[in-house]
Nanobody, 118 residues
Framework: QVQLVESGGALVQAGGSLRLSCAAS????????MGWYRQGPGKQRELVAT???????NYADSVEGRFTISRDNAKNTVALQMNSLKPEDTAVYYC????????????WGQGTQVTVSS
């Protein structure tokens, strides 16, 4: 079973940038959708961004225009470029996979902490 491992989380000042990476232990070529979720302190986990095998992307309104998701099927990686970070972006960020594209996110990474200071 493909495992996902995130990296790149850090402490950053508001207005700064971070790039998160997700490395898969096997091929993600056939996974219809890959995505990033986050869970802030005292909040429910929320969807941040998704990307399909065809490159179609979708973003939460709160990150639209600031975050960019991408996937490299040849390298089995998914990235999340985060710019103009805000304190409210502070959360644990999780990489996830929806192999069938039906909204069933069945693969999850362990998460990486992003903290944005004001």
């Amino acid at each position: 079973q493909v495992q996902l491992v995130e990296s790149g989380g850090a402490l950053v000042q508001a207005g700064g940038s971070l790039r998160l990476s997700c490395a898969a232990s096997g091929s993600i070529f056939s996974f219809t959708a890959m995505g990033w979720y986050r869970q802030g302190p005292g909040k429910q986990r929320e969807l941040v961004a998704t990307v399909t095998t065809t490159g179609r992307t979708n973003y939460a309104d709160s990150v639209e225009g600031r975050f960019t998701i991408s996937r490299d099927n040849a390298k089995n990686t998914v990235a999340l470029q985060m710019n103009s970070l805000k304190p409210e972006d502070t959360a644990v960020y999780y990489c996830a996979a929806d192999p069938s594209g039906t909204g069933s996110w069945t693969r999850w990474g362990q998460g990486t902490q992003v903290t944005v200071s004001s």
